[in-house]
DNA sequence: AGCAATAGTTTCCATTGATATACTTAGTTT
DNA sequence: AAACTAAGTATATCAATGGAAACTATTGCT
């Protein structure tokens, strides 16, 4: 028990060693690429967008803003293209009338969205044990 | 090939409807724990708070503020007060004169750790991929 | 008395983000 | 001819967030 949770952590400070070791942490935030990858992979809306692109094999401008429920035009189309240009989605436009546009995920947009599930999945489990503690903390 | 793709996008697809199937997508965002618990875990600050911690052993509020370069004596305090309530981080106070403060993680707060860290590292990995999608995108 | 140290808190201001509404394009329906 | 469609853009207003700097508390040191 003690030595595999040791040895975990072992793990743990190595890993983010290999990671961060070579970059210095005074460096202005926007030089750490993990910092900058993640302020738009791990922003609230996107998450939810990817997710749901996820599931649904396209998603139309509209659906996507019915199931990403609560976000307004501007950010949705904001968060698109900034999840477009990192490569993460794409955006197919058919010059229709009226126009039709078709979201999907890409291949490395799909190789994003199953490491996140990993966390998602983790939040899914654990979310009581954070509600319990929140809860204990709330008693003073 | 084709096969190996699909089957992972079916197993994403059975992995979301598992954890967003019986929610509500019309709900409040704060009903859905995956929301919920993801606004405070996956936060910018957060996230560099849990690394560093997941780094060093124990650290005091003035070593952190170093580390997490940039965070403000506000945010980092509101955050630390969040994460403590969350279970992930342990907060001990020793009375001296002038007083000692210790944050470390808890064994949940260092599960998580292991977790972020699978992600963070596909960050690296790919943040050369995403900065050349970037730079092509800019390209018009 | 005044300063140093630690771990914050408080206050104010600026930037960001969000909401709501109207507008666009162009062809089809009423 | 007005209305409706889709996928946004544009604009104005409002709320929330974030950062900077000053401030607090306590006690020992000079």
């Known amino acids: 028990m003690e030595t595999i949770a040791e040895n975990q952590k072992v793990r743990t400070v190595k890993k983010i060693e290999k990671m961060f070791g070579h970059i210095d942490y005074k460096n202005p935030p926007e030089l750490c690429p993990v910092r900058d990858v993640m302020s738009v992979a791990s922003d609230q809306w996107s998450v939810l967008i990817l997710l749901w692109l996820g599931y649904f094999p396209v998603l139309r401008f509209n659906k996507l803003k019915k199931y990403v429920y609560g976000i307004s035009n501007k950010v949705l189309s904001q968060r698109l293209k900034v999840l ?57």
């Not at 979201?103 to 998602?120: D, M, N, P, R």
């Open 84 to 140: 477009e240009a990192d490569g993460y989605i794409e955006r197919k436009a058919y010059p229709e009338v009226p126009i039709r546009v078709e979201y999907s995920l890409t291949e490395f947009g799909q190789s994003y969205v199953e490491k996140l599930l990993e966390l998602t999945e983790w939040m899914h489990d654990n979310s009581p044990k954070v509600m319990a503690n929140r809860e204990k903390y709330g008693l003073f």
